[in-house]
């Protein structure tokens, strides 16, 4: 199983951005789909889940400008963020739960003020 997240970069702050994460390997629509992230310094953290059938779960911290999504049909799982801010600055990674826990490599999200 492969999992591989894009969508990061560079933005200023109030802006936007849609992260994507694609997965291979034949588990993507029985799986719940995560994206977390990590700031410097800090513990990696939950930002929002997404069961197969999709139904969604946000961090406290998170609900409001995180919205996760899915397409089946393309082994993705998207999470939109919206009035990006300095302390959104983080990798954020997603995983794929079907039994045991898949991670992919981080895309990195830096918000400048």
């Known amino acids: 199983v492969q999992l591989q997240a894009s969508g990061g970069g560079l933005v200023q702050a109030g802006g936007s951005l849609r992260l994507s994460c694609q997965a291979s390997?034949?588990?993507?629509?029985?799986?719940?789909m995560g994206w977390y992230r990590q700031a410097p310094g800090k513990q990696r953290e939950l930002v929002a889940t997404i069961t197969s059938d999709g139904n969604t779960n946000y961090a406290d911290s998170m609900k409001g400008r995180f919205t996760i999504s899915r397409d089946n049909a393309k082994n993705t799982v998207y999470l939109q963020v919206n009035s990006l801010k300095p302390e959104d600055t983080a990798v954020y990674y997603c995983?794929?739960?079907?039994?045991?826990?898949?991670w992919g490599r981080g895309t990195l999200v830096t918000v400048s003020s």
């Open positions: 995983n794929a739960k079907s039994g045991i826990i898949f």
């Open positions: 390997g034949g588990i993507f629509s029985r799986s719940t």
